[in-house]
Every structure is written in C-alpha cells, then in structure tokens.
C-alpha cells in the first residue's frame, strides 16, 4: 500500500525558477488537493481537484498551477518561484462522496533563495 | 463558509497531565468531523473520525473527542498524556449540507508535552 507518494521530499530553488512537485496516490481517491503549511499559518488550501479534468482554486491559488488528466496524479506547478513560496506542501487525497478522512503525502519542504 | 476554530494555539504539558484541545466549527448541518496528528518531520495522520452515532468517539494511542451538536464543537481530550504525544494536532471539518466536501482545517495546536 503506497498511499499518497509525493515528491521531492526536499528542494531548493532559486527565485524565478519554476518546478513541479509529484503527487500520486494509489486508492482510487476522487478527491486531491494541495496545501502548504507555514509556522502559525496551519494549512492552507492551494489548489484541490474532485476528478480528472476538474480543478479549482483554493485559499492560496497565486503563483501556482495544477492539472488533473489522471485520477492518480496532481502535480503543482510553481510558475517562477518566489521566497513566499517558501513552504512545506503536502499533497492529500480523499474520496470525494460522503466527505471521508484526508489521507496525506509525507510532504516536500521547499525553499527558494 | 465553513470555518474552524482551534482555540489554544501552543499547550505545554508534564507527563500525566491531562489533555484537551478546543475546536469549534461555524455552523451545523451535517458534519464529518476529524483531528489529526502530526508528529515532528512528518504528514498529518489521523487520530479519530466522527461521522455519525455515539458523539464519544475514541481514537488511536487513547484519545477521545466529544462532539456536541449545540455547541458546534468536538474537543479532544486524553486523562493522561505522553512525552510521545509531542506534535502538531489539527481539527478538521467535512460539511456535507453545503454539497461540496471540501476539509476545512482549524490552524493548529501544537502541544509540547515534558518528560
């Protein structure tokens, strides 16, 4: 059972460079999203997708893109990378009827000199 | 829109001590309630569900949570807890009146417990 596999766990960029961050899950899960968590901030909805070809915009949608062709993936985007987007961003996935638990990735701690 | 409230922000325990975590949501209707854990370095886990049924629901590694309708709230509590219970812990909720069953997390509690 992988879960939600996400990844890099690590990056470092530098401004102005843009990277995608990988997130697939294996259960069939309707439901993904993305957050980013920042001290004293918790988490914060960037992006989230209720099927392949669906996505929509969370809390904090400027600077990054999502795409949505398969159930099992949901990589995010992040277009020219800014030291706001300094962050820890975890990748979840849930089935979207009946509002079930989230299942979460093990997360990739970005920082952008 | 839904929106939840984790009403301690930091908690420092001895050992033993005994826990409980405020988390209140905005309205009512149907809800699926939920608070997880994280653990230093690592990804949220789920600590225990609420869905419908007996509104005590007890979780993993013995904590519970009550929910109260009237009062929009779930607290968590544990009699007793452990320096190993050190982390991060999130109340979320899932409101399924609004038809869109989107989480909303509270901000976050993050408890810091003493050997």
């Known amino acids: 059972n992988a879960g939600v596999t996400q990844t890099p766990k690590f990056q470092v960029l530098k401004t102005g460079q843009s990277m995608t961050l990988q997130c697939a899950q294996d259960?069939?899960?309707?439901?993904m999203s993305w957050y980013r968590q920042d001290p004293g901030m918790g988490l914060r909805l960037i992006h989230y997708s209720v099927g392949a070809g669906i996505t929509d915009q969370g809390e904090v949608p400027n600077g990054y893109n999502v795409s949505r062709s398969t159930t099992e993936d949901f990589p995010l985007r992040l277009l020219s990378a800014a030291p706001s987007q300094t962050s820890v961003y975890f990748c979840?996935?849930?089935?979207?009827?009946?509002?079930?638990?989230?299942?979460f990735g093990q997360g990739t701690r970005l920082t952008v000199v | 829109a839904q929106s939840v409230s984790q009403h301690n922000h930091h908690v420092i325990l001895s050992e033993a001590a005994s826990l409980e975590l405020g988390c209140n949501y905005s309205y009512g209707g149907t809800v699926n309630l939920f608070w997880y854990v994280q653990y230093p370095g690592q990804h949220l886990q789920l600590l225990l569900k609420?869905?419908?049924?007996?509104?005590l629901v007890k979780g993993i590694k013995g904590f519970e949570a009550e929910f109260i309708k009237s009062k929009f709230s779930f607290n968590l509590r544990k009699p007793s807890v452990q320096w190993s219970d050190t982390a991060e812990y999130f109340c979320?909720?899932?409101?399924?009146?609004?038809?869109?069953?989107?989480?909303?997390f509270g901000r976050g509690t993050s408890l810091i417990v003493h050997p």
């Open positions: 979840a996935s849930s089935y979207y009827r009946g509002g079930t638990e989230a299942f």
């Open positions: 979320a909720v899932n409101d399924l009146s609004g038809g869109s069953y989107i989480p909303t």
């Open positions: 259960m069939n899960h309707e439901y």
């Open positions: 609420y869905f419908s049924g007996d509104p």
